[in-house]
């Protein structure tokens, strides 16, 4: 059974940082591309960022390049997504997914308020 939880979300002041982590299970993880999406309240999905399945090809959103890094450690199934200077326009329900389909996690809440 394919497995993907987020975790690492909370409530962080404007230009404050956190790390999303989203451990894999159930599937060739090192050999996925995996992406990160994300859900404001009341709005669409939204694509933040991928990463080719040996670290390569991370690509970003305008809206956070600059700002946030994918990673992942293929060692221990798990991808990263760090999060800096963060503003309130980013707040929403990250997901972790493998790329081009709809398998995702339940997600970790970002919340940026002060």
């Known amino acids: 059974e394919v497995q993907l939880v987020e975790s690492g979300g909370g409530l962080v002041l404007p230009g404050g940082s956190l790390r999303l982590s989203c451990t894999a299970s159930?599937?060739?993880?090192?050999?996925?591309?995996m992406t990160w999406v994300r859900q404001a309240p009341g709005a669409a999905l939204e694509w933040v960022s991928d990463?080719?399945?040996?670290?390569?090809?991370?690509a970003y959103a305008n809206s956070v390049r600059g700002r946030f890094t994918i990673s992942r450690d293929n060692s221990k199934n798990t991808l990263y997504l760090q999060l800096n200077s963060l503003k309130p326009e980013d707040t929403g329900m990250y997901y972790c997914?493998?790329?081009?389909?709809?398998?995702r996690g339940q997600g970790t809440q970002v919340t940026v308020s002060s």
């Open positions: 159930g599937f060739a993880f090192s050999n996925s591309r």
């Open positions: 997914a493998i790329w081009q389909t709809s398998i």
């Open positions: 990463i080719g399945g040996s670290g390569d090809g991370a």
